[in-house]
């Protein structure tokens, strides 16, 4: 019997939210549950370049319904995968059943917070919004509910790590790791793109790391270890130099007969 691993399918694995998706409005509109992003055609046309040559996958902290949206709205892009809600969920095509299932009543954490409104179609967490305003963000207002979140899941016995985002909570099965998933679709995160904290573990594992000026401090590091690239630009005009990057690794790499 032939027990050799299987060899994992190098991929090029980007981040949405704020790497790919920016608020700034431009040619292609996203929209959200509480405001639109946006991705620029030329970020668009050039993913639609790499993708007909080397393996795209998404890894995002969004559900399947939300990604569903930008899919749509890139016909020309071919995908090879999906890892969703920060590592929980993995799909191959995006309407695909999710091959992680850790928690078995998802709606039994949510009724520990009947006051909160709940959003819809997460499938391995649970998350809420509120509806605060600039000078509730500012004034810490998502702190405070992180910290009573994280108390009603003590006293009722459960250890789930809690997130924040500026106004929302995620409630996870275990700490955020995308290349959890990854491991499970058999993706190696031969590049990466990413902006944020729940992107380090996949860029660690990169091959080459890429992020923006606007990422984070930890991210920056790992790329100038790596030798990778920063961009300085901002938002779309920085996806399009992030993915021009990626372009020309695999059209060296790949289309040069390198490997």
């Known amino acids: 019997m032939n027990n050799r691993p299987i060899k994992k399918l190098d991929a090029l694995v980007c981040d949405l939210d704020g790497t790919l998706l920016h608020s700034q409005k431009e040619a292609i509109e996203v929209e959200g549950r509480t405001r639109a992003s946006f991705i620029s055609q030329d970020a668009a046309l050039i993913l639609s370049n790499i993708s007909q040559i080397f393996p795209i996958v998404i890894a995002t902290g969004r559900n399947s319904a939300s990604v569903h949206k930008l899919v749509s709205k890139l016909p020309n892009v071919k995908f090879s995968g999906f890892v969703l ?3 929980f969920v993995a799909k191959n095509k995006i309407d ?3 091959t992680i299932k850790s928690v078995d009543d998802w709606n039994e954490i949510a009724s520990l917070f009947p006051e909160w409104e709940r959003l819809p179609f997460y499938e391995n967490c649970v998350g809420f919004v509120f509806n605060f305003d600039q000078n509730d963000i500012d004034r810490g207002a ?3 509910k992180l ?5 009603i899941l003590e006293q009722n016995g459960y250890n789930y790590p809690v997130y924040k985002e500026r106004r929302k909570i995620f409630i996870y099965p275990d700490d955020v790791d995308k290349m959890k998933g990854l491991a499970l679709l058999g993706i190696n995160p031969y590049i990466v793109m990413g902006d944020g904290t729940n992107d380090i573990q996949m860029m660690q594992q ?3 790391s890429i992020t923006l000026s606007s990422g ?4 920056k590091e790992i790329v100038s270890k790596k030798d990778g690239f920063c961009s300085m630009q901002i938002e779309h005009q920085a996806a399009y130099e992030m993915l021009n990057f990626a372009y020309n690794i695999v059209k060296k790499v790949y289309l040069g007969g390198l490997i």
Do not use: M, P
Request: zero cysteines; charged letters at 35%.
């Open 85 to 87: 809600e920060n590592g």
């Open 96 to 98: 695909d059943e999710s």
């Open 142 to 144: 998502i702190d405070l």
């Open 147 to 151: 910290k009573y979140a994280k108390s």
């Open 206 to 208: 990169s091959t080459f």
């Open 216 to 219: 984070a401090s930890e991210l």
